[in-house]
């Protein structure tokens, strides 16, 4: 268990520390995952922002993912469009309402600011759990557009299965805790309360003050 977001966020330093490289920039997942990325950029001494990333949910059950996307990219999970029968139709309008918030959340995060430059530099994505891995690959593959030298990815908690799926996407991908059985991130923290944008934004302009 995990007392809150903080807290998994200081038990993943001591988990990167070991290694003999240290990333150049540490982007959060919003919204919990900022709140964790938040002392990893600390310890590291590096800047702190975000990757935005929004799943795409099925008909009828939206915290169910067939997707994801971020700036410019789409994960689209055929499986399980296909034994859900999603059409066409419902897919992309699914997939322009979510890049429209995430088009929304970046505007609202940044307040202004420019989004770090990413080219040729070691980058660490952090969110406070995977479950599918959707909208960590989404993150995964904006950042390797973006021009990111290496990749890497942690979390505090997520499925073995889809840490095995997500070393294929990045060069180091690093899971403190993984269940077989993984009913619900929330349930590996002593504290899970939802995390408002207001947070997010707070937690962004405390780690440019301390740069």
Not at 9 to 25: D, F, I, K, W, Y
Not at 63 to 91: C, F, H, K, Q, S
Request: proline fraction near 6%.
């Amino acid at each position: 268990m995990f007392r809150d977001r903080e807290e998994a966020g200081e038990r993943l330093v001591a988990a990167l520390r070991p290694s003999t490289e240290a990333p150049e920039v540490v982007l959060g997942i919003p919204r919990g995952g900022v709140i964790v990325a938040a002392p990893v950029a600390a310890a590291f001494g590096v800047p702190l922002d975000v990757v935005v990333t929004r799943k795409l949910g099925a008909p009828g059950n939206p915290e169910l993912a067939i997707g994801a996307v971020a700036a410019e990219v789409r994960v689209i999970d055929d499986v399980a469009i296909a034994m859900l029968g999603v059409t066409p139709d419902y897919l992309e309008a699914e997939i322009a309402r979510q890049a429209r918030e995430v088009a929304r959340r970046e505007a609202a995060y940044r307040a202004g600011s420019q989004a770090p430059d990413l080219i040729g530099r070691k980058v660490l994505i952090a969110d406070d759990g995977v479950a599918t891995g959707a909208t960590a690959i989404a993150a995964l593959r904006r950042a390797r557009a973006a021009g990111a030298s290496e990749t890497w990815f942690a979390a505090p908690i997520g499925p073995a299965s889809v840490g095995r799926r997500l070393e294929g996407e990045c060069d180091r991908a690093v899971i403190l805790e993984t269940p077989a059985d993984l009913r619900a991130v929330g349930q590996w923290y002593e504290r899970f309360d939802q995390v408002s944008d207001a947070e997010v934004i707070a937690a962004l302009e405390h780690a440019r003050e301390d740069a």
